[in-house]
T-cell receptor, first 114, second 118 residues
Framework: AQKITQTQPGMFVQEKEAVTLDCTYD???????LFWYKQPSSGEMIFLIYQGSYDQQNATEGRYSLNFQKARKSANLVISASQLGDSAMYFC???????????FGAGTTVTVRA | GAVVSQHPSRVICKSGTSVKIECRSLDFQATTMFWYRQFPKKSLMLMATSNEGSKATYEQGVEKDKFLINHASLTLSTLTVTSAHPEDSSFYIC??????????????FGPGTRLLVL
């Protein structure tokens, strides 16, 4: 079974600054994928970024980058140059290659201040 | 990208009535669809997994007679909350995928349905 831990219930960040959201995971599967989703108040789940367990480089998508440290089993999300529209709940998720389930962390609420 | 729709987006019903929520993959064939439930400020909880043409697989603690899932075609899955009660009020989200291999954006999420049972 997979377990995802997000230890930050909520965070405040100043507009234009960077913020790091923590995510650690636990799995016995050697091959897996890590995902980050954004959920604004409207409720839709917006896919942000993906990291495969065998990927050599950290994933980046625009202002989003994933700091993947496989030995520490961590997959932190970095949002650079925060915008007011980044205020939302962020979920880290994982799926093993042999499992159909996507396991989610508890989420982190980010509030961007002007 | 792949689009998944849900209908209705919001529903209010009286206690004891049944409510049906539809989840459609609009531009791809979904071999597997997932139903999640989410309480305010909480994470997504997987309720069940459905494959086209076969019975849904329910997660532990989810009442299959309470939450009926039908995956009648490769583009449509429905969740029926039978004899709804106030404690069933929640945000229900579906997701769909078109393959079995681990891929980028494998699961595509619908916009969710807010259910309020009075």
């Amino acid at each position: 079974a997979q377990k995802i831990t997000q230890t930050q219930p909520g965070m405040f960040v100043q507009e234009k600054e960077a913020v790091t959201l923590d995510c650690t995971y636990d799995t016995s599967d050697p091959s897996y994928g890590l995902f980050w989703y954004k959920q604004p108040s409207s409720g839709e789940m917006i896919f942000l970024i993906y990291q495969g367990s065998y990927d050599q480089q950290n994933a980046t998508e625009g202002r989003y980058s994933l700091n993947f440290q496989k030995a520490r089993k961590s997959a932190n999300l970095v949002i650079s140059a925060s915008q007011l529209g980044d205020s939302a709940m962020y979920f880290c998720a994982m799926r093993a290659i042999n499992d159909y389930k996507l396991s989610f962390g508890a989420g982190t609420t980010v509030t961007v201040r002007a | 990208g792949a689009v998944v729709s849900q209908h209705p987006s919001r529903v209010i019903c009286k206690s004891g009535t049944s409510v049906k929520i539809e989840c459609r993959s609009l531009d791809f064939q979904a071999t597997t669809m997932f139903w999640y439930r989410q309480f305010p400020k909480k994470s997504l909880m997987l309720m069940a997994t459905s494959n086209e043409g076969s019975k849904a697989t329910y997660e532990q603690g989810v009442e299959k007679d309470k939450f009926l899932i039908n995956h009648a075609s490769l583009t449509l899955s429905t969740l029926t909350v039978t004899s709804a009660h106030p404690e069933d009020s929640s945000f229900y989200i579906c997701s769909a995928e078109s393959g079995t291999a681990l891929r980028l954006e494998t699961q595509y999420f619908g916009p969710g349905t807010r259910l309020l049972v009075l």
